[in-house]
């Protein structure tokens, strides 16, 4: 299976739609290596997600715009931590709770990640979420 950077093909027709809105719930979810995501995942799912005690997907802050020279970015300002649990991830799907789950943006950490009765953070960059 293969985890791809990317922002679904879902994701760019729901922006081009003007359906994403900053006001929207964002939610994070993480992903083993055993996941097939990519420009394809149309919604999130729960197939292959990581599945321990402690972990849950997890809301984002809100939502960002802002553009650089000639790219439109959309980003999620801070960390998100998941505490006090032993997580092996290899990606992670954002996801629009409110528009049904639709699939947004795939993003793979390019190796199996592992926290062993710790932390367990992330940034979502910027980079994830781009028009260019």
Known sequence: MAI?????????????????RPDHVFMIALYTDKANLGKKTKVYSPLNEVTVEGYKPMILNKPVFSESEDVAIMDFPGEV??????????????????????AIAVGSFGSTITSTNDKFTLEPSADLIKFI
Not at 81 to 102: E, F, H, P, Q, R
């Open 4 to 20: 791809d950077t990317c922002l679904t093909t879902a994701g760019r027709l729901a922006f081009l739609q003007g359906k994403i």
């Open 81 to 102: 931590t998941w505490n006090n649990v032993s997580i092996s991830a290899a990606g992670c799907l954002i996801y629009d709770k409110t528009l049904d789950n639709l």
